[in-house]
C-alpha cells in the first residue's frame, strides 16, 4: 500500500515511510524540494534514514530466503537511498543531487516488477 501525498505530515514536520514504493520516494523528493531551513533538512535526513531501515530488512529478508537477484535490486536501491541522505545531510545541503539519487532508486524499484531474464547462455 502506497501513502497518499495529503496524509503527508507538513514540510517543517517528519513524515514517516512505512514502504519503498515508487510514490514513496517522490513523496520523499518532492519533500527535499521544499525544503530550505537547516531544521526541514534534518527532518529530510530523518525520512531517509527511516526508509534506508525499511529497505536494510528488506535486504535481509532477501538474503534469508536465498532471493539474490532480488537481495541485489534491493542493496542498489538501498545504495541510492544511503547517497539520498548524504547529500541531505552535508554541512551544505545538496537537494539537486538527493532527488537524483532517489530518481535513481524509483527506476530500480520499477525494475524489481520485472521478471528475470532467461540466460541465453545456459
Known sequence: MTQQPSLVAAIDETFEPHD????????????????????EFVYRESELDDLWRILD???????????ARHAGRLEIIRAHVQ??????????PAPAE?????????????????????????
Open 20 to 39: 519503498f514504493s515508487v510514490a514513496t520516494l517522490a513523496t520523499i523528493s518532492e519533500r527535499i524540494a521544499r525544503s530550505r531551513s537547516l531544521e
Open 83 to 92: 547517497s539520498a541522505h548524504d547529500h541531505v545531510a552535508a554541512d551544505v
Open 57 to 67: 530488512y528488506a535486504v535481509k529478508d532477501a538474503h534469508w530466503i536465498g532471493d
Open 98 to 122: 538527493a532527488m537524483a539519487a532517489l530518481r535513481h532508486a524509483s527506476t530500480e524499484v520499477r525494475r524489481l516488477a520485472e521478471p528475470a531474464k532467461a540466460n541465453p547462455s545456459i
